[in-house]
């Protein structure tokens, strides 16, 4: 099987930072793009950042110049930096995964997602 599991959310004031984690792990042969996505209460996820196998990153307008996402390759992880944290980034962030594994020799490519990881930006 595969898992994602996301750490790092939490409660912050506005101006904070914080730093999300989503760690892959299980039937791994490759993956070829990790990102990040989020959900407030009473609207739709949003794709908040993503980054492939070969670096190329997307941000949504709302967060560029404040989150980076990074991948370490090699870990199998992916960070979500968040910086000056607003309160309408108050959602749940979801790691998402695009992996590859083998099953009989054929190579699958599925989307994983992780539980969520609860971020509340306020004072």
């Known amino acids: 099987q595969v898992q994602l599991v996301e750490s790092g959310g939490g409660l912050v004031q506005p101006g904070g930072s914080l730093r999300l984690s989503c760690a892959a792990s299980?039937?791994?042969?490759?993956?070829?793009?990790m990102g990040w996505y989020r959900q407030a209460p009473g609207k739709q996820r949003e794709l908040v950042a993503l980054v492939t196998s070969g670096g190329v990153t997307n941000y949504a307008d709302s967060v560029k110049g404040r989150f980076t996402i990074v991948r370490d390759n090699a870990k199998n992880m992916a960070y979500l930096q968040m910086n000056s944290l607003k309160p309408e980034d108050t959602a749940v962030y979801y790691c998402?995964?695009?992996?590859?594994?083998?099953?009989?020799?054929?190579?699958?490519?599925?989307?994983?997602w992780g539980q969520g990881t609860q971020v509340t930006v306020s004072s």
């Open positions: 299980g039937s791994i042969f490759s993956i070829r793009a």
């Open positions: 998402n995964a695009l992996i590859g594994r083998l099953n009989l020799d054929v190579l699958e490519e599925l989307d994983y």
